[in-house]
């Protein structure tokens, strides 16, 4: 499957999500019925193993989610919000941004450090918070050259 077909595809199931997502905020009035947690994450994994060439680990694998064509390790988060939670510091971070039309972008690929050393203090959870606009502007002190391959 070439690279505009999986993207295609991928685009049309999440439209479909987020249209039954708004059928069901339709049926049942003040509830909300977003494409969050796992899904979100699964979905990001997905699409960065596809689109960089990623060797994905299992699902239960801490830190880290995949390891790319380098070896270098890569913790991916996915969102659909203006921030991503950190639990660790990874090696390197891949964060990219849902859209609801089923398109993504890059928020960050960089060093897993300099986005650890700028996230907020540790909550309640274990989970510290970094807004993808704090990431952007990481972004800029990564060289091109250093970033993850897009292959598609």
Known sequence: MNGATLQELVAEKIKMLYSVSRELEEL???????????IV??????????????????ATKETHDAKGPDGRLIQIKATQIDRVSLSSE???????????????SEEYNGPGKLAWAHCGKMQKNGQRQI?????QKLQIEVPASD??????
């Open 28 to 38: 049942f009035p003040g509830r909300c019925y977003t494409l969050d947690g796992y």
């Open 41 to 58: 994450g699964s979905i990001g994994e997905a699409l960065a193993s596809s689109y960089y060439n990623l060797e994905l680990f299992s």
């Open 90 to 104: 990874p090696e390197w971070l891949l964060v990219l941004k849902i859209h609801k039309d089923g398109t993504f």
């Open 131 to 135: 807004s993808l606009a704090k990431l």
């Open 147 to 152: 970033r993850l391959k897009r292959m598609m």
